[in-house]
């Protein structure tokens, strides 16, 4: 009779399993557990309890109790803060504030950190926080703040201090400035026309002029001064009343125009801009900044250019700036499908060697397709006013606000990297170029100090003829089309997870790892 040998015991190493059927179930799994950790080595630990620690303390956490109902309570351990190994802190978050205590002690309760006071997190509110550590520094996001706060140690007074970061991006969007790719604007060009309702009058046979939704014709005009009517004298002696006159309505909502309205360009002016009656003795000096100001390129194309690596310090045939020489010669700006290095003189025995001509330009430049953006690096979250700074541009003085209003509600630390998202893209003043941040992931150089905690960036200027590469260690975007909007980012050894509202996602290197110039 044949021997009957049974299997006595189960190792249980391939983890927790609840998909497999009765009949296909792998050998050493389980298909259900309660209060185990799993570890990666396929054994158990005990999923400890929740109690008082001994010799616990009660810390009054100065909140009042609708606070504290409302309010996320949650808590992260933060190891190795400063690079000490033999520190951990546990920070508890209660409402706006964060309490730290050392764990490293017999009642952690009892053993505060930070001259045993919270610190307050301006902003934070109701909305869950996030948290990555990396470089020895805390990183903290939530949707209740308008940029990521950086916490760090100091280990001999055992304090820590708070910072914020604005995440810089490279420009890569440009501004919508309505000109095809390889259209060269003339620049001699027609004033845009209002659209205005003769219906609706002001006072004095005045009509009101009613802006777009977009507010894209308004920013053309900018109010240069008031003046009143002089009292006691007949016809139309006006004196100056800027600095005690306050405007009572939106221009960017409707201005009043005296009729008949003005057909043609500053001239009406005599060069200070229109005058716009407000009332019958009140006037508004409205100055035109727009297309059709003879002379002078649109600010959003002006902008695009010098992002393109059209920039002042251009070395020209013609003395100037490389942008208005080549209006003057060729009557034309360049375009968006001009590359400035196509005019240089490449001739080795020229005297203007390397030098920018227009005339080169017009006869190697026939290209169709946009060029390199990016020279700017500029705020990722208030692209608008980081643009006029970094323009340095008397021509650039008005372009949309592009403000982006949505939060980073996640973050992750991985390949030594910082990695944030979970933006709910909300845009104030956006223009047709603008981005939606719901499904980007922002990632950081390898970190080495404080300052690349922001840097989301290629380090090289793409726009430069030389050196214009991104290498591995850069930082920069990951833009994930089919993503509705992501709600957190999980690190795990090869690979970063992104678990999204509608799916999961995951971004890994192909040779394991990540590097910002090869990564899936």
């Given at each position: 009779?044949?021997?009957?040998?049974?299997?006595?015991?189960?190792?249980?190493?391939?983890?927790?399993?609840?998909?497999?059927?009765?009949?296909?179930?792998?050998?050493?799994?389980?298909?259900?557990?309660?209060?185990?950790?799993?570890?990666?080595?396929?054994?158990?630990?005990?999923?400890?309890?929740?109690?008082?620690?001994?010799?616990?303390?009660?810390?009054?956490?100065?909140?009042?109790?609708?606070?504290?109902?409302?309010?996320?309570?949650?808590?992260?351990?933060?190891?190795?803060?400063?690079g000490d190994s033999t520190v951990s802190i546990g920070v508890v978050r209660v409402y706006n504030k964060l309490f730290f205590l050392?764990?490293?002690?017999?009642?952690?309760?009892?053993?505060?950190?930070?001259?045993?006071?919270?610190?307050?997190?301006?902003?934070?509110?109701?909305?869950?926080?996030?948290?990555?550590?990396?470089?020895?520094?805390?990183?903290?996001?939530?949707?209740?703040?308008?940029?990521?706060?950086?916490?760090?140690?100091?280990?001999?007074s055992q304090s820590i201090s708070q910072e914020t970061i604005?995440?810089?991006?490279?420009?890569?969007?440009?501004?919508?400035?309505?000109?095809?790719v390889n259209e060269r604007p003339p620049i001699d060009r027609p004033p845009k026309e209002f659209d205005w309702d003769k219906t609706k009058k002001y006072s004095r046979g005045d009509y009101i002029v009613t802006f777009p939704d977009d507010v894209s014709q308004s920013k053309y005009y900018q109010i240069v001064g008031f003046q009143k009517k002089?009292?006691?004298?007949?016809?139309?002696?006006?004196?100056d009343v800027t600095e005690d006159f306050t405007l009572a309505f939106d221009l960017r909502s409707y201005i009043v125009v005296s009729d008949p309205m003005p057909s043609t360009g500053p001239s009406h002016s005599s060069g200070l801009g229109y005058y716009q009656t407000l009332d019958s003795n009140i006037r508004a000096v409205?100055?035109?900044?727009?297309?059709?100001?003879?002379?002078?390129?649109?600010?959003?194309?002006?902008?695009?250019?010098?992002?393109q690596g059209w920039h002042k310090s251009i070395s020209g045939v013609y003395s100037g700036d490389a942008i208005k020489v080549t209006g003057d010669k060729l009557k034309r700006?360049?375009?968006?499908?001009?590359?400035?290095?196509?005019?240089?003189?490449?001739?080795?025995?020229?005297?203007n060697y390397e030098k920018y001509d227009p005339y080169i330009l017009r006869r190697n430049s026939h290209s169709n397709y946009q060029v390199a953006?990016?020279?700017?690096?500029?705020?990722?979250?208030?692209?608008?006013?980081?643009?006029?700074?970094?323009?340095?541009?008397?021509?650039?003085?008005?372009?949309?606000?592009?403000?982006?209003?949505?939060?980073?509600?996640?973050?992750?630390?991985?390949?030594?990297?910082?990695?944030?998202?979970?933006?709910?893209?909300?845009?104030l003043e956006p223009d047709k170029r603008s981005p939606n941040y719901n499904n980007y992931i922002f990632f950081t150089k390898i970190v080495e100090s404080f300052k690349d905690l922001e840097v989301c960036y290629q380090e090289a200027d793409p726009t430069d003829p030389g050196i214009n590469s991104i290498i591995a260690s850069d930082g920069g975007t990951i833009?994930?089309?089919?993503?509705?909007?992501?709600?957190?980012?999980?690190?795990?050894?090869?690979?970063?997870?992104?678990?999204?509202?509608?799916?999961?996602?995951?971004?890994?290197?192909?040779?394991?790892?990540?590097?910002?110039?090869?990564?899936?």
């Open positions: 009779m044949a021997l009957k040998n049974e299997k006595s015991y189960r190792a249980f190493i391939k983890g927790l399993i609840t998909e497999a059927g009765a009949l296909t179930f792998p050998e050493n799994a389980s298909l259900d557990e309660d209060n185990f950790v799993l570890n990666r080595d396929g054994s158990r630990s005990r999923r400890l309890g929740l109690d008082y620690e001994d010799l616990f303390e009660l810390i009054d956490s100065t909140c009042t109790e609708e606070q504290i109902n409302s309010s996320q309570i949650s808590f992260y351990k933060w190891d190795t803060p400063a050392n764990l490293i002690t017999a009642n952690p309760s009892g053993n505060l950190i930070n001259y045993e006071e919270p610190i307050e997190i301006e902003g934070l509110g109701n909305n869950p926080v996030q948290f990555a550590n990396l470089n020895n520094q805390l990183v903290i996001v939530s949707n209740d703040l308008e940029s990521p706060v950086v916490l760090s140690y100091e280990a001999t604005r995440l810089k991006v490279r420009d890569i969007w440009g501004v919508n400035d309505g000109l095809n002089q009292s006691g004298f007949v016809g139309v002696l006006w004196y409205i100055k035109y900044l727009g297309p059709g100001y003879t002379g002078k390129n649109t600010a959003e194309h002006q902008y695009n250019l010098r992002n700006y360049p375009s968006n499908a001009d590359n400035w290095t196509l005019g240089k003189n490449s001739n080795p025995s020229a005297n953006q990016g020279s700017f690096v500029i705020d990722a979250f208030n692209r608008g006013t980081s643009r006029l700074d970094k323009a340095d541009d008397s021509v650039v003085n008005l372009l949309p606000l592009d403000k982006e209003e949505g939060r980073i509600s996640t973050v992750c630390s991985y390949a030594q990297r910082l990695f944030y998202s979970g933006i709910n893209s909300s845009i833009q994930i089309p089919e993503v509705t909007k992501i709600i957190k980012l999980v690190p795990t050894q090869s690979s970063l997870l992104v678990f999204a509202e509608n799916g999961i996602w995951e971004v890994f290197g192909d040779t394991g790892g990540f590097y910002a110039n090869n990564y899936f």
